[in-house]
């Protein structure tokens, strides 16, 4: 192993105590709030007789012997668990499992309540997809009514899926003074290759494959029990709550049924009662979150080559801790980040053979030697270092082993000082179009810059009629407006990755802007997304016409109408074109369109974390990143515990 670093690298720390900074406020207000939770002693010991009477009637006697006190840990098991969802049907049984762990060291659990998990594979181009990232802000209300009980000293949260872990986590910390265990369910066993898959999608967009050829390709990959094996958003939850120390070391990619699963399982039941306000290990989630932690997450997003759907969730997760994360933060950390993987979309192999060839252990013991990562408190002893090591079974009982020293596949995982890139995966674009964020790792550089006319619609759909009647220009950049947050809810764009992928395939130029998401499975071309402020609100996408020439450089970070400026400056904001969609439940959120905030804010449509000592917080980019730049350039020694 390598000699640990003497200090962290100058421009993590930069970002890092620029967050601390301009978060102290927030972040005070937030630690004293939960402090005096704390304070207060475990609730369920402060309840009315009536209150902890309802609490315990359906329990056994044994258990309910034990609730009577406030001496004996009770865990809250909080679960995303439905049958339809692939990756969160293993989760049916682990309640089951966790109180029989609990029961076995003299504790209780109990199943605190359920949130909704829906599936963005399902929805993807459907109706429902509109409704997917309010989702995560209900799930974080439904976290949140479940805790609500004052019965608990810790929990559990059973989830794994987009929304559904951002969710998760900034319900668990409008709870902060409760230590909080995440527990995955871990992906299906490999498939048919991704790359097979999506060639097939693209020869459906062709014309040249039957409905038939595609299902078959699609059920071939998706077929099994767990998390899908590309590493879209799904998975990138798991190595980002690795990173931050919220679930035990190695747990993210064990594939269900495994023996090691369960012991995993138990083990992080265990763990759970260990670090309660009842022992000498107290360990809330809520001062675990910090700074490091969130820029952790964000450094092992970028050298993964993760979902760009982190740029506003974990935007929002910060927020929910009394931080204020910003995408000029995530873009510093993303060129001071080298990539040292290469996962489809990035690249050919799925998160199994990530795993194999060294997968999170590896990488983390990588940016900790280099000090691209914080050693930080965990929810194990150790801190981060423990995540370099690799969960195993000796005799039928959980043990760790040092992860391997070097990679078990080049293709797939590399070491900082041969990576497959200097730079993350991610770039922040700015220009007369507004901010917005660019995946790169897995377009290649020869696409990572166009210029070309705009092709406008308002509606998805329109492209691919476009297509089918010949009336795409040869080259042009899909511009597809009225998918912010404000407008519909902002639905991923991934059914127009097909499409845009033959097209660059038969050597045709093409991009997308959009002030809408794509999925995190998306590559191949490049495509400025998250675009804000958005059509909605009056941003510039709005002014954009059929023909105008746009200018796209990932490498540069430029996104702009090469308009003429008094023109530009003259034009109105189109109206939404796209016709009234029928409800379909869409209306129940009509109250989230009107107060979402913008996406570079976590598009959050709930109140999240502490209200400001001093009003609302502004961020000034021009500002700090001027008053910020002769610090990043010194070197700051580390603060990590």
Not at 42 to 69: E, I, M, S, V, W
Not at 221 to 231: E, I, L, Q
């Amino acid at each position: 192993m390598s000699p640990h670093p003497a200090s962290i690298h100058p421009a993590i720390e930069a970002v890092t105590e620029r967050i601390r900074r301009r978060s102290a406020n927030l972040r005070g207000a937030y630690l004293q709030g939960i402090d005096s939770a704390w304070r207060d002693g475990p609730h369920r010991g402060r309840l009315g007789c009536g209150n902890l009477a309802h609490g315990f009637a359906a329990c056994g006697p044994t258990d309910k012997q034990r609730l009577r006190g406030d001496a004996t840990p009770n865990l809250g098991i909080v679960t995303a668990y439905n049958d339809m969802l692939s990756a969160h049907q293993p989760f049916e049984h682990y309640p089951q499992l966790i109180r029989d762990t609990a029961r076995a060291l003299g504790a209780t659990a109990q199943v605190a309540g359920g949130v909704p998990a829906m599936c963005d594979g399902v929805t993807q181009g459907r109706p429902g997809m509109e409704l997917s990232l309010f989702s995560r802000d209900v799930i974080a209300q439904a976290t949140a009514v479940s805790l609500s009980h004052d019965m608990f000293d810790a929990a559990l949260y059973l989830g794994v899926c987009d929304k559904i872990v951002p969710g998760l986590l900034i319900g668990a910390l409008a709870f902060g003074h409760l230590p909080a265990v995440f527990v995955p369910a871990g992906p299906m066993t490999p498939g048919i290759p991704n790359k097979q898959k999506a060639e097939v999608r693209e020869r459906y967009a062709a014309g040249q494959a039957t409905r038939e050829e595609l299902l078959e390709s699609e059920s071939a990959s998706y077929h099994s029990a767990g998390t899908c094996t590309f590493y879209g958003t799904a998975n990138s939850n798991q190595v980002l709550l690795e990173a931050m120390g919220l679930q035990l070391p190695g747990t993210s990619f064990v594939n269900p049924e495994q023996p090691l699963r369960e012991a995993l399982t138990r083990a992080s039941a265990e763990r759970a009662l260990r670090i309660t306000a009842l022992g000498e290990d107290y360990r809330p989630v809520g001062h675990l979150v910090d700074e490091r932690a969130i820029v952790n997450a964000i450094a092992a997003l970028m050298a993964t080559g993760g979902s760009t759907n982190h740029t506003i969730h974990w935007v929002a997760v910060a927020r929910a801790a009394g931080l204020v994360l910003t995408w000029d933060d995530i873009d510093q950390i993303s060129r001071t980040v080298p990539l040292l993987a290469r996962v489809y979309p990035n690249g050919d192999a799925d998160v199994n053979r990530f795993a194999a060839a060294g997968g999170t252990a590896f990488v983390f013991r990588e940016l900790l030697d280099a000090g691209l990562m914080h050693d930080l408190p965990t929810i194990v002893p150790g801190g981060m270092r423990a995540f370099c090591d690799e969960p195993r079974l000796h005799d039928g009982k959980l043990d760790y082993a040092p992860g391997i020293a070097h990679s078990a596949d080049p293709d797939v995982v590399r070491p900082v000082a041969q990576p497959f890139e200097a730079q993350g995966g991610l770039r922040l674009l700015r220009g007369n179009l507004g901010r917005s964020l660019i995946k790169i790792s897995a377009v290649k550089p020869e696409h990572r810059s166009i210029e070309a006319p705009a092709v406008v619609v308002d509606d998805p759909r329109a492209l691919n009629k476009l297509h089918a009647a010949g009336a795409l220009p040869q080259d042009f950049v899909a511009v597809v407006r009225y998918q912010g947050p404000r407008a519909n809810g902002m639905p991923e764009l991934h059914s127009l990755a097909p499409l845009l992928g033959l097209l660059q395939n038969q050597g045709r130029r093409v991009a997308l802007v959009t002030d809408g998401r794509l999925s995190g499975a998306s590559g191949k071309f490049p495509a400025a997304i998250h675009l804000t402020p958005e059509a909605s609100s009056g941003g510039p996408i709005g002014k954009l016409r059929e023909g105008d020439l746009i200018r796209l450089d990932a490498e540069a970070g430029v996104l702009e109408a090469l308009v003429d400026a008094g023109e530009w400056a003259q034009r109105g904001i189109a109206s939404n074109t796209a016709p009234a969609p029928f409800d379909l439940g869409r209306n129940l959120f009509a109250f989230n369109r009107r107060m979402v905030a913008p996406a570079d804010q976590g598009a959050l449509s709930i109140s999240c974390g502490p209200p400001s000592p001093e009003g609302d917080w502004e961020y000034d980019a021009e500002y700090e990143l001027g008053h910020d730049a002769d610090a990043a350039k010194a070197p700051h020694e580390t603060t990590d515990a």
